[in-house]
């Protein structure tokens, strides 16, 4: 593949990715109605997890050809950039700060489980590199927690044992029932497979286009991963997040983001065995490190602005999410 062919699929692959980001949104606050589930359980788990379909192949296309570096750095770098594009759709949401807006205790608990999920890889890559059949133990354990996270989120959500205090700015999630019964619950359903289908498609494009362009201009597979393919793939989560965001679903807004967050460190776990040479996190350069520690950064803050609930603007978090995001964007460029 000569390099102008890949910008091009990249681009033509990027361009997919958004216009069906756009339209699985609607479905996915359709469903959030029909199911019951709510926007906070349906965006953190089944419309995070299908929006990140498209990283997933990524990552795993890289790890299956042997590039280490361009599948951790994908995962990852999904993180960072699309926890920034969080306070993009913040800007958006004019009337009030979009963490006080969308005030929800399954947000608050997906993201305390993500701080956790990506902390692990990270001190697996100072551990013995312990394998069973080539496969790190924490990557079984990344699944475990995401289950168990997934299984209290709706618990949680059936029966909360504590809610946020309710202001003005406060939307609250109240399921549209006409569009919710509009069509039937297997066709909703369908079409929300199907254009998950299309997001895994795409990535497998944009991954085989990141190889390319990685070695054709001489850029570590660090940069490309966390500032190209990642960006590519992770651009389902801003459109969904900006559709949600002007459909009023606050919570499927941010919900989505923290959801398709703690579904894109599986990801690793995806990777760490489709590699074949040991341990995934023991071929962990140290930008790739940094990236890790750069996500854990940036959830942080985010957590601590959906704990404090600024009432204006994009809040400290959002401020300091831009700053930290672009500080180590610009540190992973200076190493590459």
Same mark, same amino acid.
């Given at each position: 593949?000569?390099?102008?062919?890949?910008?091009?699929?990249?681009?033509?692959?990027?361009?997919?990715?958004?216009?069906?980001?756009?339209?699985?949104?609607?479905?996915?606050?359709?469903?959030?109605?029909?199911?019951?589930?709510?926007?906070?359980?349906?965006?953190?788990?089944?419309?995070?997890?299908?929006?990140?379909?498209?990283?997933?192949?990524?990552?795993?296309?890289?790890?299956?050809?042997?590039?280490?570096?361009?599948?951790l750095s994908n995962a990852v770098g999904g993180i960072t950039a699309q926890t920034?594009?969080?306070?993009?759709?913040?800007?958006?949401?004019?009337? *009030?700060?979009? @963490?006080? &807006? $969308?005030?929800?205790?399954?947000?608050? #608990? +997906? !993201? %305390?489980?993500?701080?956790?999920?990506?902390?692990?890889?990270?001190?697996?890559?100072?551990?013995?590199?312990?394998?069973?059949?080539?496969?790190?133990?924490?990557?079984?354990?990344?699944?475990?927690?995401?289950?168990?996270?997934?299984?209290?989120?709706?618990?949680?959500?059936?029966?909360?044992?504590?809610?946020?205090?309710?202001?003005?700015?406060?939307?609250?999630? *109240?399921?549209? @029932?006409? &569009? $919710?019964?509009?069509?039937?619950?297997? #066709? +909703? !359903? %369908?079409?929300?497979?199907?254009?998950?289908?299309?997001?895994?498609?795409?990535?497998?494009?944009?991954?085989?286009?990141?190889?390319?362009?990685?070695?054709?201009?001489?850029?570590?597979?660090?940069?490309?991963?966390?500032?190209?393919?990642?960006?590519?793939?992770?651009?389902?989560?801003?459109?969904?997040?900006?559709?949600?965001?002007?459909?009023?679903?606050?919570?499927?807004?941010?919900?989505?983001?923290?959801?398709?967050?703690?579904?894109?460190?599986?990801?690793?776990?995806?990777?760490?065995?489709?590699?074949?040479?040991?341990?995934?996190?023991?071929?962990?350069?140290?930008?790739?490190?940094?990236?890790?520690?750069?996500?854990?950064?940036?959830?942080?803050?985010?957590?601590?602005?959906?704990?404090?609930?600024?009432?204006?603007?994009?809040?400290?978090?959002?401020?300091?999410?831009?700053?930290?995001?672009?500080?180590?964007?610009?540190?992973?460029?200076?190493?590459?």
């Amino acid at each position: 593949m000569s390099l102008e062919i890949a910008i091009a699929i990249l681009i033509a692959a990027a361009g997919v990715v958004t216009l069906a980001g756009v339209a699985i949104t609607g479905e996915a606050d359709r469903l959030a109605d029909r199911t019951g589930l709510g926007e906070a359980v349906f965006g953190g788990v089944l419309l995070g997890g299908s929006t990140s379909l498209s990283g997933i192949v990524t990552s795993v296309t890289a790890a299956l050809d042997g590039q280490a570096s361009l599948a951790l750095s994908n995962a990852v770098g999904g993180i960072t950039a699309q926890t920034t594009f969080l306070v993009l759709a913040d800007m958006l949401h004019r009337r *009030a700060n979009l @963490e006080h &807006a $969308a005030a929800d205790a399954n947000n608050l #608990l +997906m !993201a %305390a489980m993500l701080v956790l999920m990506v902390a692990l890889p990270l001190g697996a890559a100072y551990a013995p590199p312990v394998t069973l059949f080539a496969i790190h133990p924490v990557s079984i354990l990344l699944f475990v927690i995401y289950l168990f996270g997934a299984r209290a989120a709706v618990s949680l959500n059936n029966t909360p044992m504590w809610r946020p205090q309710s202001t003005p700015e406060t939307r609250a999630d *109240a399921p549209d @029932e006409a &569009a $919710a019964h509009a069509r039937p619950l297997w #066709l +909703m !359903a %369908a079409t929300f497979a199907g254009l998950s289908l299309i997001l895994a498609v795409s990535g497998f494009a944009i991954a085989r286009a990141g190889e390319t362009i990685s070695v054709e201009l001489g850029i570590s597979q660090t940069v490309v991963g966390a500032l190209m393919t990642a960006v590519a793939t992770s651009l389902p989560e801003l459109v969904t997040t900006m559709a949600a965001v002007r459909r009023g679903a606050l919570q499927l807004a941010v919900g989505g983001i923290i959801g398709g967050n703690t579904f894109d460190v599986l990801f690793l776990s995806l990777s760490d065995a489709a590699y074949r040479d040991g341990s995934i996190y023991h071929a962990m350069s140290q930008a790739d490190g940094l990236m890790m520690m750069g996500a854990i950064i940036i959830t942080a803050i985010l957590l601590m602005g959906l704990i404090m609930r600024e009432r204006r603007g994009i809040g400290f978090e959002g401020a300091a999410i831009l700053v930290t995001y672009f500080g180590l964007a610009a540190v992973q460029v200076s190493l590459g």
